[in-house]
């Protein structure tokens, strides 16, 4: 598919660009709206997207930044909300907004092609394009549940913990701000919108939650998992290049146990993996544990750290007709560390620990009692320790749904309007590790 641009450049901070016969001013540091742009898919069918233009520089070098193309939600190839109509109805209204999972570009951003304040701009762009869906959304729902992801939060901490944390390596791998603090001015917005959502809804009979469904901590180094599990004998590379990624470099006829994604170790067991060597029953528990109690101790001798504050069995964990498709181990890393960049796509490198100077530099995928979420709700909540996996249950039982068995979390405890009246309390903040 091919969707042709043609860009004339005007001077040192402008240009021109012209697509599908549309021409649209480029300005040096300033996105373009969303620009619509066609594909030709097959004779007489077209696929729609959107996108933005960022002009970075017109010489010496012309250097244009493209964001990802996202589905055109006015004209969408796909349903991309529930009804589909609903997308539609929400273009017509606002007029085109981002609808990429995740639409901010944090990749650009580690790779250099977009500076910081690219990247900034674009977060905060996508929050009031968010903000705009929610308030339409409250204003819609008389009675009911309303609910809305915004995704800066996530996407900021990530990328700019290198700011508040003076021992990173990203601060000299990155460019890095010393006089800013873009997450403490995200928190600034973010209070600010909470306040426009309980102006909103003062004087109804409304229960407002807002919930993080984890908190943050440093990123400073990453583990490969598989080159541990190769110098403990559990893993063996194939002679010749590591360079190769999704495992393909592992001879499993000697791996026991191998590592993918962000946190599991799965062992390579007959019967559930192609090339599986590891008897299920009595030999995989005794893997397991052996496994767990070996990595639990693992010291960073450089920095003289633990690594791993704890390691969970899966089967011990999880319950479910699918616990057996997960990872076998689930790594609780201390603060600091976590999956490195190769562990997470199968590939093993010469060493264990490697500096992240990414820009992304703030994780939440370590020990959960290392980054516990936070609930704020609007009423006293009796719960002592309220859990993610309770908003569920609460939700269902505060409109009068029967939770089924199969849910792990329970109905928080919740006041209702006429306790609040009386008791006149505050709203509390709770935090734990949700």
């Given at each position: ?100 999972g995740l639409a901010e570009d944090s990749w650009a951003l580690n790779e250099k092609v977009l500076v910081d304040d690219g990247f900034i701009q674009q977060c905060i762009n996508m929050d009031r394009e968010r ?78 939650m807002i919930i993080s469904d984890h908190g943050f901590n440093t990123f400073r180094y990453g583990v490969d998992l598989n080159r541990w599990l190769e110098e ?203």
């Amino acid at each position: 598919m091919k969707c042709p641009f043609v860009v004339t450049i005007k001077d040192d901070f402008s240009a021109d660009i012209k697509i599908n016969g549309v021409g649209y001013e480029l300005r040096k540091d300033e996105y373009t709206e969303w620009i619509k742009v066609d594909f030709k898919a097959a004779p007489g069918i077209k696929v729609h997207g959107i996108c933005k233009f960022l002009l970075l520089s017109t010489s010496p070098e012309f250097e244009l930044y493209v964001t990802p193309i996202n589905i055109d939600p006015e004209k969408p190839a796909m349903p991309i909300s529930y009804p589909a109509i609903y997308s539609t109805y929400l273009a017509k209204r606002q007029g085109p907004f981002a609808t990429l999972g995740l639409a901010e570009d944090s990749w650009a951003l580690n790779e250099k092609v977009l500076v910081d304040d690219g990247f900034i701009q674009q977060c905060i762009n996508m929050d009031r394009e968010r903000e705009e869906m929610f308030f339409d959304a409250l204003d819609k729902v008389k009675r009911g549940l309303c609910v809305c992801v915004f995704d800066g939060t996530d996407r900021l901490q990530h990328t700019f913990w290198r700011d508040i944390d003076e021992g990173h390596p990203a601060r000299s791998g990155q460019a890095s701000g010393e006089q800013r603090n873009v997450i403490e001015e995200l928190y600034q917005r973010m209070d600010a919108l909470a306040g426009r959502t309980l102006a909103k809804c003062n004087g109804k009979d409304t229960l407002v939650m807002i919930i993080s469904d984890h908190g943050f901590n440093t990123f400073r180094y990453g583990v490969d998992l598989n080159r541990w599990l190769e110098e403990k004998g559990y893993l063996k590379v194939k002679d010749g290049s590591r360079e190769h990624k999704y495992l393909t470099a592992v001879d499993w006829s000697g791996t026991r146990a191998f590592a993918i994604g962000l946190a599991g170790i799965f062992l390579n067991l007959k019967g559930r993996e192609s090339q599986g060597i590891v008897e299920p029953g009595a030999e995989a528990a005794e893997l397991r544990k052996e496994i767990a109690g070996k990595l639990t101790v693992l010291a960073d001798s450089e920095r003289k750290q633990p690594v791993v504050k704890q390691v969970y069995n899966a089967l011990e964990i999880y319950r479910g007709p699918y616990k057996g498709e997960s990872p076998d181990l689930l790594v609780g890393y201390n603060k600091g560390y976590r999956a490195s960049w190769e562990t997470a796509v199968g590939q093993v490198t010469e060493k264990i620990f490697h500096d992240n100077t990414k820009a992304w530099s703030g994780d939440h995928c370590i020990d959960h009692s290392l980054v516990p979420g936070v609930l704020f709700c609007n009423r006293p909540i009796a719960t002592e320790h309220p859990r993610l996996m309770d908003i569920g249950p609460t939700v269902l039982d505060m409109f009068g749904v029967e939770v089924p068995k199969y849910i792990d979390g329970k109905p928080l405890v919740v006041a209702d309007t006429a306790e609040v009246g009386a008791a006149k309390e505050e709203p509390k903040v709770a935090t734990e590790a949700m």
